[in-house]
């Protein structure tokens, strides 16, 4: 089995900062890519930032200097450092690797609520 797993969510003003960690466990071959997507209410999921095992990054607009991805390889973990947080980041946030593992070649974690309010 192969589980992700998020933590640092949590609710923050405007204009704060986060950071969320997520550690991949299990049977892990290797991992190639590992990211951050977002859902808001009613919406479809969509990509946040993403990271290479050879750290190319890859963010969406709405994110671009003020997010920041990054992974620690020997860990198997990836972090996104949140700044300048906007209430439109408030979302359900949710890791994903893509790779080589036991069972399949995509794994999600369960999601950590991100909330941007005053």
């Known amino acids: 089995q192969v589980q992700l797993v998020e933590s640092g969510g949590g609710l923050v003003q405007p204009g704060g900062s986060l950071r969320l960690s997520c550690v991949a466990s299990g049977i892990i071959f290797s991992i190639n890519d590992m990211g951050w997507y977002r859902q808001h209410p009613g919406k479809e999921r969509e990509l946040v930032a993403t990271i290479s095992n050879s750290y190319s990054t890859n963010y969406a607009d709405s994110v671009k200097g003020r997010f920041i991805i990054s992974r620690d390889n020997a860990k198997n973990t990836v972090y996104l450092q949140m700044h300048s947080l906007k209430p439109e980041d408030t979302a359900v946030y949710y890791c994903?690797?893509?790779?080589?593992?036991?069972?399949?070649?995509?794994?999600w974690g369960q999601g950590t609520q991100v909330t941007v309010s005053s």
């Open positions: 994903n690797a893509y790779g080589r593992f036991v069972s399949g070649s995509t794994h």
